[in-house]
């Protein structure tokens, strides 16, 4: 069964639409001709095992690589073929939450949260110290700003890093595995946080994890991505609902061990990998 | 016969590597002096590389350059007494650091202390994601880190470079004058009336600006292409190590045939 995207599918609508979309990294293809859309204002979760090309997504959307075949088009405008000072626009409408943070080491958490004011503004100083409280106030850290990241917790760094993002006001947010390596309580923190400040602030959020009940629980809608094609797209409920023409896609959601998935890429068995197969 | 098949196709194979290394470095080159000149709008940027780079390396500079002057002079003085010629000790000393050691051993010594740092500094911003960051804020990297850092060593090693000669005269001084012996005015006067500006001291800037691109070309490239691993980035320091103070050695020789050879 080919799922095919549900949601009308007209320009104005969708922040996001990848167009017959094909990936590859040397001979290896990471995605083939896949059609994607994410909604305006909307929570939409990327779901799928490890290695499938989650991230991979998310730097086709914010052009740090470029489809080998298809469109990427974000905000209407066509990434692949965008030249720097287009693409460069665009990315500052855009915020990214990078897998750990990534924070400039050498930067305060306050100095980081204003980089990107100072970069991209021409505000007095005075004001981006303001900005920069909202924003640490609304990730819950305005305590932490004179700290250094090397100073933060792993769930501390997150949410400065994504007070760091938000800091231009982006109209698109992308949150590359936020819930990697979380306790449970800051992982609910972000999982509110996520949502909040879609809601509130009118976003569009791409959320790529593999954290399949966590995610679903703020989804509006969920793609989920295995074996570089789409195994399963619409809202978390219809998800659920495709699992039955689709093994690879029950498997994932259930976590079980069997199944069409690998969790490597075992191809050889085990005694040929030993040198022993047609030996005996 | 496998063996020499095998020895070939090894030796293909590192040439292979060696050309289109050379040929990324060139198109990392061609892109970083698009982004050079733009840095020059946040000179806050370069000072600070400056001081990372430079300052801090003045201390080994110092020291070496006073040993190794105090080398010279003390070597000079008992080659050139056994000609009677002790009063040239000044200029032997002073040629020999403006033309050739204080460009070469500074270049080396700054490849060793800040080209290495600088390439760990880039490797480590990439692999901690810092790098596409940057990036994603729409903020060029090569302008705001890559950019600087190439000014701040283009920059130090010249003038580190002249502070390396500087304080080895004043160490062949002390060993030549004041302790074995030589007269202080022909020590000086024999520097003053031998030693040209523009061919010697002129020759001996221009190496050094021309190491100092070498190297920082090569710190930079390095720590941009760095695979983003804890072993990418140990590869990749001591790559930077190994090529600049290979390079300086090299583009010594070709500089030096040209302006001082026959």
Known sequence: MTVTETVSSSDADAMIRLEGVSFSRGAQAIFSDIDLTVPRGKVTVVLGPSGTGKTTLLRLVGGQVRA??????????????????????????????????????????????????????????????????????????????????????GGMARRAALARAMALDPA??????????????????????????????????????????????????????????????????????????EPALAQFLDGAPDGPLTAGSESASMGEALGLEGRS | MIAVIDLVARLGRMAIGGVRHAGSMGLFAVRLAWALFPTWTRPRDIVQQVYAAGVLSLVIILVAG????????????????????????????????????????????????????????????????????????????????????????????????????????????????????????????????QMDPWEDVGGGALKSLAFGAVIALIAVYEGYEAEPTASGMARATTQTVVLSSLAVLGLDFVMTAFMFGA
Request: no cysteine; proline share 3%.
């Open chain 1, 68 to 153: 080998s075949r298809g469109r990427v088009l974000v905000d209407g405008v066509d990434v692949g073929k965008a030249r720097r000072r287009a693409l460069y626009a665009l990315r500052r409408r855009m915020g990214v939450l990078f897998q750990n943070g990534a924070l400039f080491t050498d930067l305060t958490v306050g100095e980081n949260v204003a980089f990107p004011l100072h970069a991209h503004s021409r505000l007095d100083r005075e004001l981006i110290d303001r900005i920069v409280l909202f924003k640490l106030e609304a990730v819950g850290l305005r305590a932490a700003r004179d700290k250094y990241p090397a100073e933060l917790s």
């Open chain 2, 66 to 193: 006073g040993f190794v002057g105090l080398v010279l002079g003390l070597q000079g003085y008992n080659i050139l007494n056994k000609f009677n010629a002790n009063e040239s000790l000044g200029v032997m000393v002073a040629l020999s650091l403006v033309r050739e050691l204080g460009p070469v051993v500074a270049a080396l010594l700054f490849a060793g202390r800040a080209g290495s740092a600088i390439t760990a500094e880039i490797a480590l911003m990439k692999t901690t994601e810092q790098l596409a960051a940057l990036e994603m804020m729409a903020v060029d990297p090569m302008r705001r880190v890559i950019g600087p850092r190439f000014w701040g060593a283009l920059i130090s090693v010249p003038l580190l470079a002249s502070l390396f000669s500087m304080v080895g005269i004043i160490g062949g001084y002390l060993i030549g004058v004041v302790v074995l012996g030589v007269d202080p005015s022909s020590f000086w006067g024999q520097i003053a009336e």
């Open chain 1, 172 to 245: 698109l947010m992308l949150y590359d595995e936020p819930f990697a390596g979380q306790d449970p309580v800051s992982m609910g923190v972000l999982l509110r946080l996520i949502r909040r400040l879609n809601d509130a602030l009118g976003l569009t959020s791409v959320v790529v994890t593999h954290d399949v009940k966590e995610a679903m629980s703020i989804a509006d809608r969920v793609v989920v991505l295995a074996g570089g094609r789409i195994i399963g797209s619409g809202t978390p409920d219809e998800v659920l609902a495709q699992r039955e023409g």
